[in-house]
């Protein structure tokens, strides 16, 4: 036998076969749609099993997974009813973090124990709560935010600012004017609470603000001009 017919025989017996395997359809194992219906059971049975802890006789158990559905990305798969029923929990903390998971949902059934939380909570805990029950229409939490202002860091004075802004009321704003010189308050923080004092053309305002022109430093004295001149237009 010839070498040119060996080699035709070889690609016969062993690449023919290769090429009809790759016409083959894959296993379903294999396929993309297999894997993320895989996935999705897996999502699903962790749910359910964070679930069913809810109502676990351990409260340990129980803050787990409460605090496994806080952190989860889609709120719309949270279990409500569940959360609500640990509203009266015998463990505080439980409860307060059940409260936290309904505000953030915009659920008012737990605005009691975010009140509570004002009261005994530890940490940034009450600054939650109170910017929740401001979120749900809770005068109370606007009041405590007034009070948090000048006690935060940074980046939380500039999230409690945003919300005083977006209250665009000069009856809800003009409390915080009693607290732009404070001390403790972070520059670029006064700067945009100044700005949206000018927002809301308060004119009681204005002798607050020519009392602060004279303690501040430039870039605060410079949004206060700018905010000043907005009066007289």
């Known amino acids: 036998m010839s070498v040119r017919i060996l080699l035709g025989f070889l690609c016969v017996c062993l690449i023919l076969p290769l090429l009809a395997f790759g016409q083959e ?81 915009k659920d008012p059934a737990g605005k009691g124990v975010l009140k509570e939380i004002l009261r005994k909570g530890k940490d940034e805990m009450p600054l939650e709560a109170a910017m929740l029950l401001w979120e749900l229409g809770d005068q109370l939490g606007w009041k405590v935010l007034i009070d948090f202002l000048p006690r935060v860091e940074p980046g939380i004075q500039s999230k409690i600012v945003h919300l005083i802004w977006d209250a665009d009321s000069p009856e809800l704003i003009s409390p915080f004017t009693k607290i732009i010189s404070n001390s403790t308050l972070d520059i670029e923080t006064k700067k945009k609470l100044i700005m949206g004092l000018g927002i809301i053309r308060d004119k009681t305002v204005i002798p607050v603000l020519i009392d602060a022109l004279q303690k501040e430093s430039m870039d605060v004295q410079m949004a206060i001009i700018n905010v000043l001149g907005t009066f007289g237009e």
């Open 25 to 105: 359809p894959l296993p379903t194992e294999w396929t993309p749609e297999f894997y993320q219906a895989q996935e999705k059971k897996e999502d699903e049975d962790e749910r359910g099993y964070y679930q069913k802890l809810l109502s676990d006789p351990d409260p340990q158990a129980r803050l787990g997974a409460v605090m496994w559905f806080k952190n989860i990305p889609d709120l719309a798969l949270i279990p409500v009813w569940e959360i609500k029923k640990l509203l009266n929990d015998d463990q505080e903390g439980l409860r307060f973090q059940a409260a936290l998971l309904l505000g953030h949902l």
